[in-house]
């Protein structure tokens, strides 16, 4: 975990703060979000015709893989000393560049592009994310990724 007090947290900015482990995103894990999500899609949920189409297999949801970022991003954000609590703040951008196919792993790799004290005790930070595709060289997503923290 990469620790920051308030008074040095700003010197991070522009530092690649960390890359995730590899997460393998299943068959049963798409078929979990798909009944979490009610969506379907016969792309994501049916190997047997997704095999017709231009992916041959099925893939995940976009969501799926955005929503892997709280899990890929522990240990590879800054923490402030003290804080009391982190909460997603939302996204400045975010692109789903390539599919991720059942079976595949998945990695976050995080930079940090800002950090700022919007009140006393609150932090709002920025990172460039990009969810990478084990063994390919598009990622999966892009994204600009607003979190903050109390403190």
């Given at each position: 975990?990469?620790?920051?007090?308030?008074?040095?947290?700003?010197e991070?900015?522009?530092?690649?703060?960390?890359?995730?482990?590899?997460?393998?995103?299943?068959?049963?894990?798409?078929?979990?979000?798909?009944?979490?999500?009610?969506?379907?899609?016969?792309?994501?949920?049916?190997?047997?015709?997704?095999?017709?189409t231009?992916?041959?297999?099925?893939?995940?949801?976009?969501?799926?893989?955005?929503?892997m970022?709280?899990?890929?991003?522990?240990?590879?954000?800054?923490?402030?000393?003290?804080?009391?609590?982190?909460?997603?703040y939302?996204?400045?951008?975010?692109?789903?560049?390539?599919?991720?196919?059942?079976?595949?792993?998945?990695?976050?790799?995080?930079?940090l592009?800002?950090?700022?004290?919007?009140?006393?005790g609150?932090?709002?930070?920025?990172?460039?994310?990009?969810?990478?595709?084990?063994?390919?060289?598009?990622?999966a997503?892009?994204?600009?990724?607003?979190?903050?923290?109390f403190?």
């Amino acid at each position: 975990m990469l620790t920051a007090s308030p008074e040095t947290a700003s010197e991070l900015v522009g530092r690649e703060t960390g890359v995730s482990d590899w997460i393998t995103i299943d068959q049963d894990r798409i078929n979990l979000f798909a009944d979490v999500t009610e969506d379907h899609q016969f792309i994501h949920v049916d190997p047997d015709a997704a095999k017709a189409t231009p992916f041959g297999s099925t893939i995940a949801h976009g969501f799926l893989s955005l929503s892997m970022l709280s899990r890929l991003a522990a240990g590879c954000v800054v923490v402030l000393d003290g804080v009391k609590m982190g909460v997603n703040y939302g996204f400045d951008k975010v692109r789903f560049s390539a599919p991720v196919k059942s079976g595949k792993r998945i990695r976050g790799r995080f930079k940090l592009m800002s950090a700022d004290q919007k009140i006393p005790g609150q932090w709002t930070f920025k990172y460039a994310v990009r969810v990478e595709i084990e063994g390919e060289d598009k990622p999966a997503l892009v994204a600009e990724w607003l979190t903050m923290q109390f403190v």
